[in-house]
């Protein structure tokens, strides 16, 4: 089992560029979270998702958007990139108990 | 607001004791978690408290107080490996985790 996924690993983007962030997870659970992490900030939720075809807001949505057409992916979009969204993008799930599983990361820079 | 307060930085040496602590402010608690972060890698799980006391799980350790909205990570016989970060983290919910800043645990021989 490959627990949690994310692509792609590192990004640079140029301000104004779009991309997705793509996260999967193969052990059936319903819930699954994006979270960004800046130096000294710890880590925020942006998005989450309670299931198939739901999406909510977290603490900091803003320049954001999500979807869930699939159980096992969770699409982070960013529409046009701005400087302050460099950071790291953390993916999680969880499932009936309180743990949740981070996936490894997506490390991205816009300039 | 919401705020979870915990120290930036601890030191301590191999095999010694370190507490790190934690209080929060939240609106809606459901449990506080802790999680280990090894050089920005993925946060990993550590322990759950929902009620008052102290769960032990071998040489990691983790106490509540609701009352006093305040709970810690107490880490014992430390090795160099469990130089990493410690975030607590409120289960707000049953879903959503809200997380302090970290603590930065650095232990030398």
């Known amino acids: 089992n490959a627990g949690v996924t994310q692509t792609p690993k590192f990004r640079v983007l140029k301000t104004g560029q779009s991309m997705t962030l793509l996260c999967a997870q193969d052990?059936?659970?319903?819930?699954m979270y994006w979270y960004r992490q800046d130096p000294g900030m710890g880590l925020r939720l942006i998005h989450y998702?309670?299931?198939?075809?739901?999406?909510a807001k977290g603490e900091v949505p803003d320049g954001y958007n999500v979807s869930r057409l699939k159980k096992q992916n969770f699409l982070l979009g960013l529409e046009s990139a701005a400087p302050s969204q460099t950071s790291v993008y953390f993916c999680?799930?969880?499932?009936?108990?309180?743990?949740?599983?981070f996936g490894p990361g997506t490390r991205l820079t816009v300039t | 607001g919401q705020s979870l307060e915990q120290p930036s930085e601890v030191t301590a040496v191999e095999g010694a004791i370190v507490q790190i602590n934690c209080t929060y402010q939240?609106?809606?608690?459901?449990?506080l978690s802790w999680y280990q972060q090894h050089d920005g890698g993925a946060p990993t799980f550590l322990s759950y408290?929902?009620?008052?006391g102290l769960e032990e799980t071998g040489r990691f350790s983790s106490f509540l107080s609701r009352s006093d909205s305040y709970g810690y990570l107490l880490l014992q016989e430390l090795q160099m490996k469990d130089s990493a970060s410690y975030f607590c983290?409120?289960?707000?919910?049953?879903?959503?985790?809200?997380f302090g800043k970290g603590t930065t645990l650095s232990v030398s021989s």
């Open positions: 408290n929902a009620l008052d």
């Open positions: 939240t609106s809606g608690f459901y449990g």
């Open positions: 052990m059936n659970h319903e819930y």
């Open positions: 998702s309670v299931g198939e075809g739901t999406t």
């Open positions: 983290a409120v289960n707000q919910a049953g879903t959503a985790l809200i």
């Open positions: 999680a799930t969880h499932q009936g108990d309180y743990e949740q599983y």
